[in-house]
Every structure is written in C-alpha cells, then in structure tokens.
C-alpha cells in the first residue's frame, strides 16, 4: 500500500493501463476484462486488475497532468512492480492535415514543463517510448485497419495556454498536444521499464474540430482494444 494506492503488493498487474479519467479506468475493467475486483479508491482515483483473454492486466487512473500522472506512475513502478506501463487518453492535433479519430502512437515526447530541467540540469533530455511496444502496437493497429500513425507529441503543462505558438511545434514534426506522456516515459527510463502512450484525436486545436460524443467513445473503444491487444503481444 502507498499513500495514493491501496492495494496490497501482488494485487496489481506486471501490465498497466494508465487512462487520466478514474470513470474510463472503470469503464474498461466493466467492459474489456474479466475476474475484475477494485484495488484502489483513494481520492477517487480508481483502479482495478482483472484479466484480458486470460492475460493479467490491470488499469490505474492517473489524473491529468505531469504531477498526477508522476505520482501515481511512481508507485505503480517503484512499489508494486510494475513493469510495462500503456497511457490511453486524448490529444489535440497541431498538425494541419491531421483528421479526428487518428490514433497516434507516442514515439517521443517533447515538453514545456521544467520536470526534467530539476533532474538534468539545463540539458534536454528526450524521452521515448520502448520500442518493442511501439512496433507491436503499429502491427496491431494496422492488422486491425485503424487510422494511426506514429509520431512526436508535445506534453504541455497548461491547458489553457495564452497566445501558443503552436505551428512551430508543427513545424518541427509535432504533431498533437496532450499533457503525461513525457512524465512517464521519463519515469519508466528511470526505472527501467516498458512504456508507451496511444493517443486518440479528439478536436483540433488549429481548426477547432472535435468529435462528437458519441465519435469519442467508439473512437476510445478502438484505442483501448489496441491498448490491450498490445499488451499480451509483446
């Protein structure tokens, strides 16, 4: 047990999956995993492991932002183990010739916040994702004929943000704004561990499109889909 996760040590998965909303992480152990019991409830920030085609998996909400995401990541990986750490969320796209419902599969992440500026300095350090996860993810997205691609994102630390200069990110090969990803790949490269970020478009910062509620959740349902699918195959 740590302070924001109540489980006993052996009750969460080597496997993770990390959606920012506590509601998403219920609703994938209701709905995607099998042999379900709640590990956490602290702070509302519910977590549950269960089973995917007889593969132990479990979900953890993060919150939103590098703090949150950072916490709970930390604890997944220093106390309980956990050694292969997949985020699910959102993002908004930056690229001009980006459509909704793209999956994008996290290579790297770039960042405005100074969380790696206390820990090196005023060097830039670059995290990434694992590659194995990234490759089988890819396959498995294409086996599946999903629209995704593969590239960097930009973890931002507001989300409101005033007068952004988004189109330079754009023009140095960002393609979409979201805010955990450069914390946990960070944290993983420091514990050693495997993990990547699938992100679903769900509006556009520059045109100002967004999907529709009933657009975001199947679109959600894919991503999850690959999300675990990614998990036992690699």
Same mark, same amino acid.
């Given at each position: 047990?740590? =302070?924001?996760?109540? !489980?006993?040590?052996?009750?969460? +998965? &080597?496997?993770? *999956? /990390?959606?920012?909303?506590?509601?998403?992480? $219920?609703?994938?152990?209701?709905?995607?995993?099998?042999?379900?019991?709640?590990?956490?409830?602290?702070?509302?920030?519910?977590?549950?492991?269960?089973?995917?085609?007889?593969?132990?998996?479990?979900?953890?909400?993060?919150?939103?932002?590098?703090?949150?995401?950072?916490?709970?990541?930390?604890?997944?990986?220093?106390?309980?183990?956990?050694?292969?750490?997949?985020?699910?969320?959102?993002?908004?796209?930056?690229?001009?010739?980006?459509?909704?419902?793209?999956?994008?599969?996290?290579?790297?992440?770039?960042?405005?916040?100074?969380?790696?500026?206390? =820990?090196?300095?005023? !060097?830039?350090?670059?995290?990434? +994702? &694992?590659?194995? *996860? /990234?490759?089988?993810?890819?396959?498995?997205? $294409?086996?599946?004929?999903?629209?995704?691609?593969?590239?960097?994102?930009?973890?931002?630390?507001?989300?409101?943000?005033?007068?952004?200069?988004?189109?330079?990110?754009?023009?140095?090969?960002?393609?979409?704004?979201?805010?955990?990803?450069?914390?946990?790949?960070?944290?993983?490269?420091?514990?050693?561990?495997?993990?990547?970020?699938?992100?679903?478009?769900?509006?556009?910062?520059?045109?100002?499109?967004?999907?529709?509620?009933?657009?975001?959740?199947?679109?959600?349902?894919?991503?999850?889909?690959?999300?675990?699918?990614?998990?036992?195959?690699?």
């Amino acid at each position: 047990m740590t =302070i924001h996760i109540a !489980a006993e040590v052996g009750r969460i +998965a &080597d496997t993770v *999956l /990390l959606p920012g909303d506590p509601l998403r992480a $219920r609703y994938i152990a209701e709905h995607f995993l099998e042999q379900v019991s709640c590990h956490n409830e602290i702070r509302a920030m519910y977590g549950y492991t269960g089973a995917y085609k007889g593969h132990p998996i479990s979900v953890q909400g993060t919150g939103m932002g590098i703090p949150s995401i950072s916490i709970y990541a930390t604890e997944l990986m220093q106390t309980y183990g956990a050694q292969t750490l997949i985020r699910i969320g959102t993002c908004g796209a930056i690229d001009k010739d980006f459509p909704l419902r793209e999956v994008i599969l996290a290579k790297a992440a770039s960042t405005d916040s100074s969380m790696n500026r206390h =820990i090196f300095g005023q !060097a830039d350090y670059a995290p990434s +994702a &694992d590659f194995i *996860l /990234l490759k089988t993810a890819y396959e498995q997205g $294409r086996q599946r004929d999903l629209p995704i691609r593969v590239g960097s994102v930009l973890t931002s630390d507001a989300f409101y943000v005033d007068n952004p200069d988004w189109e330079k990110w754009s023009r140095y090969g960002v393609m979409a704004v979201e805010m955990e990803t450069a914390a946990l790949y960070t944290l993983a490269a420091k514990f050693r561990r495997r993990a990547l970020a699938l992100l679903t478009v769900s509006d556009h910062i520059l045109t100002g499109e967004k999907l529709t509620a009933k657009q975001r959740q199947q679109s959600l349902n894919d991503m999850i889909e690959l999300a675990l699918e990614t998990a036992i195959a690699s």
